[in-house]
């Protein structure tokens, strides 16, 4: 049977694999990819967690993220789109004109 | 419980105020774009104005009044006027700023209404969903607002960069609130049950209270959650860079009042030595990597990521007893109140400075300002100054309070690298104040003259350094009697009874 | 019953100063400087009076204002008040300011924001003589910093920048001390009060502020932080470099009235706050003073410099002031105040003589000048009397002041006293010997047509010159002013196991 250590180890390994991607991939799209994936086991959790409380707030909670995601995702593709037409890339190593310049000025 | 809106209006209606007025906003895009400004740059400062007037209304009411996400109650007002008034502020010394833009942003003023409805949201609720509801409206609007010009590469970076890391944030805390969720059955802080379902829930609520902690830390910049904002500061337009620096400082610490206050009576939770440990890297951190910054944003960054760790100490003697508790938030609150002065004083008058089409960017770009700006030198002088903390100013009594408030609960070490930090900040904060009057002048300066109400508003600042330095016992007071909702519920103790 | 403010006049009048020039057309740029100087004649006038009017027969407080609550909440009050310790030393800081003021007639760069920093650092250097509450103090004592940061900073010589933020950062190091004892007496006085005179009771040093070790720790980051101002050797390497880069009025006031600030901290609160300690580490006291004599002596010999090397007698002659307030005798801490009276009016009197002559030949290398008595017959004696009162000629006030100092200091601590008693053959070596390079010899071609002193400059010296005297002659008026006083901060030491001598029955 499926307990709910099953749902909350899946979620953490979910959300384990975006973090990693975040850290690990360059390419501005997988990354963002990555923080979705993130937000997807937080869904997963909040719906496991409401399943055993047998009350609604949990699944209330994941809609409430499904809709933060979207938001982000309309804000976050329009930000990446204008880095593309200002570098031609989406390289985060691309992206270094601000950083703690001591010694350039 | 039913929602019952014309209640709810009644009580937050200064913080819908700002919803209103930044979807009304919206619909001003019928006129040609340069009237657009105007007419949103007036419309925002009146929302601002009537919205601030209107929390510090409610708060003379004293009322707490909790509904099904919102709560109203001292805290909030006092919390939500000082958001109002920072975007009030912001909307007037950016409007020549923004009409001095390639191309004029009218949207700067929606979207500065609708990040500060977000905070107003965050410091509004125990509930932890309407928490994050809050910070994202605020965030999104953000992310626009530091990539709004659009042609300049160094604003898109900046844009790009704390939309990745922001939402990593996001996650985390979302990831936190759906522990805290799991093992306590609830969303709202207010609700914790007094035991846990079951042992094994206690370690889940630990990680669930750290994750949160960690977006908290995230969101206030605090080291080493901090990478984020220097880049982010420099790259920002300038008005939209001191808007971050309070407004998000004022929320997100609003709410973490909340959050601690509500896991302050847990003792599973190490909450103190967390905080301790946060608060010392950042203070630390903050003020020595400031020393080596040129670029005056840069500095100015750091310079925020310190005072996150005055705060964060103050934070760490909210944890305790109830009468500490009770004395504990008044320096915070007296604290967030000065910083927030002094800091959007600094980046009103290079807000200023920048509207001549060219952002200020490098400390030489200061160089012999005191002979063609004497005023406005001066004025930035005295923000600065006081920033570091030197008597008679506003600077010196907040951090007066706090640190003696931390040194009272017997949090020594963290008192005394206090002092010692903001000693070490004088140096990075005269800096400017060296380019300003010791250094000879190089180029001209394009900067336009000062509009009457941005003069007068500046004038207003400087005169509230002074008062506030010399005469605070009356705004003291203020702060002692704001209160959270669960102290006016069930007083823990008398708030006027116990002074530091 | 509520009297005439006069203590309040004193600190703030200068600020009226400070309404008025910043509407003042930048064309008639000459009135800022009458306005600044008229505004500093109120505090001197009042001083005059504080002159006539002090009691001199007793050791109270006198024309108390206050205390009044300030900000409540933190239990801060406005307090100010004189005896016969604070007294000299503001009656010193009116006569300086208003002398200064004409020694700056010749600054033309950015004249308002001078003489506006100038009219502030008087303020702030008079209250911090006047007060009486520890929160007032440390915030007088603040404001004092940063105008003379920007004085020296903005009007000094080549290297200011640096001899700005250094003087800037060891002032800020003590000030950061002197926070932490501020704090520790909020917290733990009873009634969390920073009333001076009532925390001279002991009974109100509650919790730690009873114990040993939190007492020793406070007495010494109080002395740390007054030893940076005097000051005391190995604290004492910012005062050249900034005497050597101020402007010379500006070093006029560091010399005259800044140093003082440290050793007058000392009397009134280590000495006065933790007698217990105070009789447990004088000792130390003594020997640093001695250091700071002889070391200052050998170091002002060994300069090139003309100012420096007032800047190192400075140094010496503050040596003795440590020394006296150690001797724990009721000559020796008078002597000791004295002297802080005395080497305010006769180094001021250095700092002016350098300044004359750096401005007509724009440098100041000793070596470089010669035979300027031929050229400048009234400078030279100007300077003759300066210096002869400040190696201490019996017949100027400087002889008094250090003859009290040894008189006091041999009882409890001879051989210090034999060793700083050198210094008086050194410092007769160094004055002298700069008198003959200076104004003896062949006359350098360069400076035969240098105009002698002129008038206004002979206005800034006269004053010192004939207190000079009169005090070496008479210093009666002077002694009997503050010895009731001092006697009184001798005699709280006295439970504490002090040996309290006197030698001439004072």
Known sequence: MITLNHYLVLSAALFVMGFAGVVLRRNALVIFMSIELMLNAVNLSFVAFSRQFGNLDGQLASFFVIVLAAAEAAIGLAIIVLVFRRRATVQTTALNTLRDATNAS | MRLDVLQLWQHAWPSLTLLIAAMVSLLTSVFPSRHRARITAVLAATAFLLSAQGFFHQWGLGEAKGFEFLVVDPLSNYLGALIALIGFITSIAAYPYILSQAEAIPEFFSLLLFAAFGMTTMVMTTNLLAFVLGLEIMSLSLYVL?????????????????????????????????????????????????????????????????????????????????????????????????????????????????VVEAFAPRHELPLQRWIVMLSFATMIVGNLVALRQRHLKRILAYSSIAHAGYLLLGMATLVGTGEIRAAALSPILFYLLVYSLLTLGVFSVLTILSSGGQELNDLKDLDGLSEKRPVLSAVLSVFFISLAGVPPTAGFLAKYYLFSQAIQVGLYPLAIAGILASAVSLYYYLGPIVRMYFHSHEKTWQAPGVMASLRLLLALMVAGVFYLGLFPASTLEISRRTVPIRALEAPLASPSAKLP | MPHFPILT???????????????????????????????????????????????????????????????????????????????????????????????????????????????????????????????????FWEIMLLPMYFLIGIWGGPRREYAAIKFFLYTLAGSVLMLLVLIAFYLYSDGHTFNLIALQDPKLHLGPLSSHGIRLACWIGLFIAFAIKVPVFPFHTWLPDAHVEAPTAISVILAGILLKLGTYGILRFNYQLFPDITVELVKWVAVLGVINIIYGALCAMAQKDFKKLIAYSSVSHMGFVLLGIASLTAEGITGGVMQMFNHGTITAQLFLIVGIIYDRAHHRDINGFGGLATAMPKYAVWTTIAFFAALGLPGLSGFISEALIFLGSFKNWPGLTAVAVTSVVLTAAYMLWTLQRVFLGPLNEKYKDYPDINGREVLCLLPLAIIVLAMGVYPKPLINMMSVSLKGINEVLVPYGAKVASVLGM
Not at chain 2, 169 to 198: H, K, V
Not at chain 2, 220 to 246: L, S
Not at chain 3, 27 to 34: C, D, F, N, Q, Y
């Open chain 2, 146 to 258: 530091v990539g709004l010009r659009r042609y300049d590469p160094r604003s898109g970076e900046a844009a790009f960069k704390y939309f990745l890391l922001g939402s990593v944030a996001t996650a985390f805390l979302l990831f936190g609130i759906s522990f805290f969720y799991g093992s306590t059955g609830t969303l709202d802080l207010s609700r914790i049950p007094e035991l846990l379902p079951n042992p094994e829930m206690a370690t889940l609520f630990k990680l669930g209270a750290l994750l949160i902690l960690l977006g908290f830390a995230f969101k206030v910049g605090a080291v080493p959650f901090h990478f984020w904002a220097p880049d982010v500061y420099d790259g920002a337009p300038m008005p939209v860079t001191g808007f971050m620096a309070t407004g998000v400082k004022v929320a997100a610490f609003g709410a973490l009042i909340r």
């Open chain 3, 9 to 139: 006049l004193i600190t703030f009048s200068p600020l009226i100063g400070i309404l008025i020039i910043p509407f003042i057309p930048k064309a008639k740029e000459s009135l800022v400087k009458w306005v600044a100087l008229i505004s500093t004649l109120p505090a001197l006038g009042l001083a005059v009076k504080l002159f006539l009017d002090f009691d001199r027969t007793t050791k109270a407080i006198q024309m108390a204002e206050g205390p009044i609550d300030w900000i409540k909440p933190f239990h801060i009050q406005y307090y100010m008040g004189i005896d016969g310790l604070s007294v000299t030393m503001v009656i010193l800081t009116a006569l300086i300011s208003t002398i200064c003021i004409i020694a700056s007639w010749g600054i033309e760069k950015q004249v308002k924001g001078y003489f506006t920093l100038f009219l502030l650092l008087e303020t702030g250097m008079m209250g911090t003589f006047l007060a009486l509450d520890f929160f007032l103090f440390f915030i």
